[in-house]
């Protein structure tokens, strides 16, 4: 048994994945872990003396101390993030953004606001991507194609958000990047999530279950296309049941908190350009851990995001442990608390 397996069932969730991942790297480095609060690993101790790190491992924190707390504000941001990258030369989906509270409205230039946001959409076909400004998972992150479906997604972001940005829609594959430093640690490439019939339940009771399980991760519901296409191409509608491993691919988020499939990569094997630009990306932003997320279009490869509290858990899912220990290890390596190294 791996010790990630291993501290899982000595602590299964709610749990935080990285409280168990920093317990387990810091057992194998030598390095002091304690447990500081009463419900258990959400906030810990590593290491000991002037270089010892409190950290949160859940909740809106960064849970990797290499990280300054302004390259974490312009991360959090997707604003403040494409600016970063346009001003450093790093090609990018771009995007618009607005608000969608009047809060605060006089502390921000004009032409921001929900009625711009109706003008620019219908300016443009009432066709974009369109994800919160703040978002993280891929939370409300979706694919818009009529006005109908853009006010029916407004009045559901503005339950838990209250700015947006609406994007040109591009297709291509797509890679996470994870970096310390310039070294990269994985290389994975994303795929859409399906729905998998069981030749008994209807594409509709599917799509529910899954919005369900999103809705019991704190993840919006997506929404299902009508009709949906099947892997075999025959157009289906939501009553219809799917024959047994018949596949519907989503045109959803490709977040693995969503439930999209991912592979490794090796570095070397990943498609041109991915690497260095996801390098550049994490430079402009003044990150040292970032997951960048990469998508290659027919333009080359642009960056779609960047995140500067990557989750790993796709890894350990996958049977990966021994890569989120090499994280960690580099990790801790370079907060000087390893004497191993």
Same mark, same amino acid.
């Given at each position: 048994?791996?010790?990630?397996?291993?501290?899982?069932?000595?602590?299964?969730?709610?749990?935080?994945?990285?409280?168990?991942?920093?317990?387990?790297?810091?057992?194998?480095?030598?390095?002091?872990?304690?447990?500081?609060?009463?419900?258990?690993?959400?906030?810990?101790?590593?290491?000991?003396?002037?270089?010892?790190?409190?950290?949160?491992?859940?909740?809106?924190?960064?849970?990797?101390?290499?990280?300054?707390?302004?390259?974490?504000?312009?991360?959090?941001?997707? #604003?403040?993030?494409?600016?970063?990258?346009?001003?450093?030369?790093?090609?990018?989906?771009?995007?618009?953004?607005?608000?969608?509270?009047?809060?605060?409205?006089?502390?921000?230039?004009?032409?921001?606001?929900?009625?711009?946001?109706?003008?620019?959409?219908?300016?443009?076909?009432?066709?974009?991507?369109?994800?919160?400004?703040?978002?993280?998972?891929?939370?409300?992150?979706?694919?818009?194609?009529?006005?109908?479906?853009?006010?029916?997604?407004?009045?559901?972001?503005?339950?838990?958000?209250?700015?947006?940005?609406?994007?040109?829609?591009?297709?291509?594959?797509?890679?996470?990047?994870?970096?310390?430093?310039?070294?990269?640690?994985?290389?994975?490439?994303?795929?859409?999530?399906?729905?998998?019939?069981?030749?008994?339940?209807?594409?509709?009771?599917?799509?529910?279950?899954?919005?369900?399980?999103?809705?019991?991760?704190?993840?919006?519901?997506?929404?299902?296309?009508?009709?949906?296409?099947?892997?075999?191409?025959?157009?289906?509608?939501?009553?219809?049941?799917?024959?047994?491993?018949?596949?519907?691919?989503?045109?959803?988020?490709?977040?693995?908190?969503?439930?999209?499939?991912?592979?490794?990569?090796?570095?070397?094997?990943?498609?041109?350009?991915?690497?260095?630009?996801?390098?550049?990306?994490?430079?402009?932003?003044?990150?040292?851990?970032?997951?960048?997320?990469?998508?290659?279009?027919?333009?080359?490869? #642009?960056?779609?995001?960047?995140?500067?509290?990557?989750?790993?858990?796709?890894?350990?899912?996958?049977?990966?442990?021994?890569?989120?220990?090499?994280?960690?290890?580099?990790?801790?390596?370079?907060?000087?608390?390893?004497?191993?190294?």
């Amino acid at each position: 048994m791996s010790p990630l397996a291993a501290l899982r069932a000595l602590r299964p969730p709610p749990w935080p994945d990285h409280a168990r991942y920093l317990e387990a790297a810091a057992a194998r480095f030598g390095v002091a872990f304690a447990i500081l609060d009463a419900e258990g690993g959400t906030v810990v101790r590593v290491g000991e003396g002037p270089r010892a790190a409190v950290i949160a491992t859940a909740g809106r924190t960064c849970v990797y101390p290499l990280n300054r707390a302004s390259a974490m504000a312009l991360a959090t941001d997707k #604003r403040f993030t494409r600016v970063a990258l346009d001003a450093a030369g790093v090609d990018n989906l771009g995007g618009e953004h607005f608000f969608l509270s009047p809060r605060l409205r006089g502390l921000r230039a004009p032409g921001r606001e929900v009625d711009d946001a109706r003008a620019h959409m219908a300016a443009r076909g009432h066709v974009a991507f369109c994800k919160p400004l703040a978002g993280s998972r891929g939370d409300f992150a979706e694919r818009v194609t009529e006005r109908a479906a853009f006010e029916a997604w407004l009045a559901r972001v503005a339950t838990a958000h209250d700015a947006i940005l609406l994007q040109d829609i591009f297709e291509g594959d797509e890679y996470r990047v994870l970096l310390v430093d310039d070294d990269v640690v994985f290389v994975m490439q994303r795929f859409a999530p399906e729905l998998v019939g069981d030749g008994a339940r209807s594409l509709a009771e599917l799509h529910a279950e899954r919005a369900a399980l999103l809705a019991v991760a704190g993840l919006s519901p997506p929404v299902l296309r009508d009709p949906a296409v099947t892997d075999a191409g025959r157009a289906v509608r939501g009553d219809v049941v799917l024959a047994q491993g018949e596949r519907v691919r989503l045109d959803d988020r490709r977040n693995f908190s969503a439930g999209a499939r991912t592979r490794l990569v090796a570095p070397a094997d990943a498609p041109t350009g991915v690497v260095p630009i996801a390098r550049r990306a994490r430079e402009a932003l003044g990150l040292r851990v970032a997951g960048v997320d990469v998508m290659v279009t027919d333009e080359g490869p #642009r960056v779609v995001e960047v995140n500067g509290n990557p989750s790993v858990a796709s890894l350990e899912e996958a049977g990966h442990a021994s890569i989120i220990l090499d994280l960690w290890g580099e990790v801790l390596a370079r907060m000087g608390l390893r004497g191993d190294v």
